[in-house]
């Protein structure tokens, strides 16, 4: 198997504000091909879990998919931004809560077919409320749900955003082996 | 909150083989705002689970991420192709196995921030094997794993690809309550 694709050529084809687009010329095993890849700057996902076993969730609307997508508070990094930094940053911004803990859960590679972008989640808790900050062009409801409730709309398919059926799983499976239990008081 | 953004203009700044890119003017509580979409053709992920209850993974490079992704088989739908068809075809195609039984699990936005993509996620069973028929830049390694190892894997954070972690865990929550005993011979 093939362990790397060397770049042959490179070129820019869009720069924008959110995405650069380039086409890459690669060596692969049958020879050359091209591959497209949309440079994105990588964000965070944040399960911000309350002591009465509720997760914060948001309605968005997401011009992409024409529709409103039920999901975990996310973020972009800012440039040379660190994870974790971003993740209180867009935690407080989206939601309006300080999390006083932060625990590293995993990073995920959404659509690594084509894009660059990395998204690394964590588990908020010790949350103390405040005001929202939301960017001009951001238009969020957020909201308590329960875990358990979470965890059966990923099972039964109605959350759909890939970031969020992650995160909501991985927590459940941390909340059941006890991880959280005196958090949760149980 | 906003439950659309009227499109006020629509250019296409790109147009490639895998994705299209477009910027759309939009309107938004406060005003306008740009939207930079990638339109990509969706695709398929597939558990294809053995009676041993071990998983087909693939190790596969990509290029986007500069690094080899350890994965579930997946793949693009061909235009007009029905999503079951395409898991079929692409199952067969990345690891030479035809399924008599598939199941549907759920779709998934990976990205929905920027990209129009959709994922739809099958459970393949009874896997007669056959030869494999890659496309000509695909270079693929295919291995069975345990489902338990694999499930740890996403737990430790050792599978980063996002729609292997989505997946892994839907079809371990699954076989732990006892939809697959008859097939696993439990």
């Known amino acids: 198997m093939v362990f790397k694709e060397e770049t042959i050529k490179s070129e820019y084809v869009f ?64 440039p040379g931004e660190q994870p974790e930094t971003a993740a209180l940053r867009e935690l407080r911004e989206e939601t309006g809560y300080t999390a006083k803990n932060i625990r590293y859960l995993t990073k995920s590679y959404p659509s690594a077919g084509f894009s660059t972008e990395i998204l690394y989640s964590y588990v908020c808790t010790d949350l103390v409320p405040g005001e929202t900050d939301l960017d001009e062009d951001e238009d969020i409801e957020i909201a308590d749900y329960p875990l358990d409730t979470l965890y059966n709309m990923v099972m039964s398919g109605e959350i759909q955003d890939a970031k969020s059926q992650v995160v909501i799983m991985m927590v459940k499976a941390m909340v059941d082996r006890g991880e959280f239990d005196e958090y949760l008081g149980r």
Chains 1, 2 share one sequence.
């Open 15 to 78: 720069k924008g504000k959110l995405i650069n687009v380039r086409r890459d010329l690669v060596t692969t095993p049958s020879g050359k091909s091209e591959r497209e890849i949309a440079e994105h700057c990588g964000g965070v996902v944040m399960a911000a879990l309350k002591p009465d076993g509720t997760l914060i969730m948001e309605h968005q609307f997401r011009k992409a998919i024409e529709s409103v997508l039920f999901e975990l508070p996310a973020g972009k990094m800012d």
